[in-house]
């Protein structure tokens, strides 16, 4: 029964591909599925024409190689941020831009780490730069200070994203009910004091707070930091 079943979705798949919507596109959007429900780990140009219902070489007309592919689901992550109206002002435009990352982060916890590691299509690169630069440009830095803000404010909410879904990556996300996994109270507790006093001594202080509100804290103190006193919000 289970081999029938494995049949009819197969078929399935194959009819509602075809070789004439084959595309890049569709490709990603499988790939990503995929590595969002069985992990990156598990994609492979053969998993992938398994999920979409062709044999391994057809996708080679489409994507050259894997690293073509992983590229094309980093920038289908980045793509799926929304940009900040240019009618906010610049602090909120950048506020909102670090919480739609944040969302994008939440979405494809599996896939965003390759919006660090990967090369990006080179429009998807610059739209987080882009948004970021004419933010600063416009609350009154210089060119100079504005490109070291940008890189300053943009390492912060990468790193911060990637700190955070590293835990659901691993499977030790806190729960809804915001009960901590127990593998991380167990890996505290195994640090030596007389090595990690102040680790021990905040950790679960830490890992109790709530994340938005951390992630929130992080970028605004940055912001207050960057931005000329006369352009934060009161």
Known sequence: ??????????????????????????????????????????????????????????????????????????SLVVNSVKTPRATLPPRDRLCQLARSIRGAGREFPHVFPLVVLMP?????????????????????????????????????????????????????????MRRVHPRVLADIDSLEEKHFPQTRRLARTLISIDPARAYREGYDHILDTLMPKQKKRS
């Not at 494995?6 to 798949?13: F, G, T, V």
């Not at 591909?17 to 890049?24: D, F, Q, R, V, Y």
């Not at 440009?137 to 200070?145: E, N």
């Not at 504005?146 to 030790?172: P, Q």
Request: charged letters at 20%.
């Open 120 to 176: 990006l299509e080179i429009h998807s690169a610059a739209r987080f730069t882009e948004i970021a630069l004419q933010a600063f440009l416009d609350a009154g830095l210089s060119d100079h200070q504005a490109i070291c803000s940008m890189r300053v404010f943009l390492s912060y909410v990468r790193g911060a994203v990637l700190w955070e879904i590293g835990g659901f990556v691993a499977g030790r996300r806190s729960s809804p």
């Open 1 to 74: 029964m289970a081999k029938q079943v494995r049949s009819k979705d197969s078929a399935a798949r194959r009819s509602r591909t075809g070789a004439g919507t084959l595309t890049p596109e569709h490709l990603v959007q499988a790939a990503v599925r995929i590595a969002e429900t069985k992990g990156l780990e598990v994609l492979s140009m053969r998993t992938l024409a398994a999920e979409v219902g062709v044999e391994a070489m057809s996708i080679y007309s489409h994507l050259p190689n894997k690293q073509e592919l992983l590229g094309r689901m980093a």
